[in-house]
């Protein structure tokens, strides 16, 4: 009997198996291509990647900074066009975006570059500088910090360019150079702060999980480990830091000294930095929902701060913020 249900599978027309395929996933349809010939036929046609790619690529894609290569795809099945968002981002606008496409689920990926960034003292040279990126790179140019301390860095993207029905996070892309100082992760410092806000008409929203009425909550994030990989155990337990100041008062013929503690509670939910396939470092920032229904006006901004130590910070470079569907890292390497 189960033969004979099989082969009266087999028997469908490739129209009605492409329907019911389409109405599966990216993967699902990869999977059902090696299951008989009719099945890869249906699989592989545009009825069913038609349906994976989102409505509106063809309006995002007409924003791309070379036409030659996006027109490369012309002719070519939608299953390549999918494909090739995944495994190739495009730029748009000049190199300050990125479009691409999460292969398990089709949802939209954007990446803003450092240029589309605001960043607090970016045009001044003494403070942050601008350079060609290592090879490889998804933009051109990354900005460096010079000397500065207050660092604060915001990125905005318009809901509407996001897949609905769908959790994001935003994740700051960034390397550390080697004369980099004052962002480690010092017992006695504050560590740097990021927050997401989902903003509408009606208001805003901060929160790292969804955009509802969630009170405003920020994350610490470390950005530059002293310790490895042990850096991200020791957030979790409380610490005590003792050092000695050497004061200019004179107590008994001698230099009064004094003994200062700081002690920093454990933080379970630091945010500490992977390292990506591509050789850049990424930290997540947040995370928030995306129902559908935000309107047009709809921005989620995200922000990275360190303003509480005033410390001076040297030798962060920044890529950009890359926001991509919530999913886990298991293939990222814990830096």
Do not use: N
């Not at 000695?244 to 013929?253: A, N, V």
């Amino acid at each position: 009997m189960a033969t004979a249900e099989t082969a009266e599978i087999y028997r469908l027309p490739e129209e009605c198996v492409a329907y019911a395929i389409s109405m599966t996933t990216p993967g699902d349809a990869c999977h059902s291509s090696v299951v008989s010939p009719t099945f890869r036929a249906a699989a592989d046609s545009d009825a069913v990647w038609a349906r994976f790619l989102p409505p509106d690529h063809a309006d995002v894609l007409a924003r791309a900074d070379e036409p030659v290569a996006v027109a490369g795809c012309v002719g070519a099945s939608k299953k390549e066009l999918f494909l090739r968002l995944c495994d190739s981002p495009v730029l748009l606008d000049g190199a300050t975006m990125s479009f691409g496409l999460e292969r398990r689920s089709g949802a939209k990926c954007f990446m803003l570059s450092a240029r589309a960034l605001s960043i607090a003292w970016g045009d001044d040279p003494s403070c942050w500088t601008w350079t060609a990126s290592p090879p490889g790179s998804r933009f051109p140019e990354v900005a460096e910090l010079v000397d500065v301390c207050w660092l604060e860095i915001t990125g905005k993207l318009s809901l509407s360019l996001l897949t609905p029905g769908t959790t994001y996070a935003a994740y700051l892309v960034f390397a550390m150079a080697d004369d980099a100082y004052g962002l480690e992760c010092h017992v006695g410092m504050p560590p740097p702060k990021a927050t997401v806000t989902v903003s509408s008409g009606g208001g805003t929203t901060t929160s790292s999980k969804t955009p509802s009425s969630t009170p405003a909550q920020e994350h610490a994030i470390c950005l530059h480990h002293m310790q490895g990989e042990e850096e991200e155990a020791a957030h979790r337990r409380k610490q005590q830091y003792v050092r000695l100041r050497r004061g200019y008062g004179i107590s008994g013929g001698a230099r009064k000294t004094t003994v200062l503690t700081t002690t920093r509670e454990a933080d379970p939910d630091i945010r500490c930095p992977r390292r990506r396939g591509d050789g850049w470092a990424e930290v997540e920032m947040g995370e928030f929902a995306v129902a559908g229904d935000e309107g047009d006006a709809a921005v989620v901004e995200v922000t990275v701060q360190e303003v509480d130590s005033r410390r001076w910070k040297r030798g962060l470079v920044v890529l950009g913020i890359e926001i991509r569907p919530k999913q886990h890292t298991a293939g990222m390497l814990a830096l």
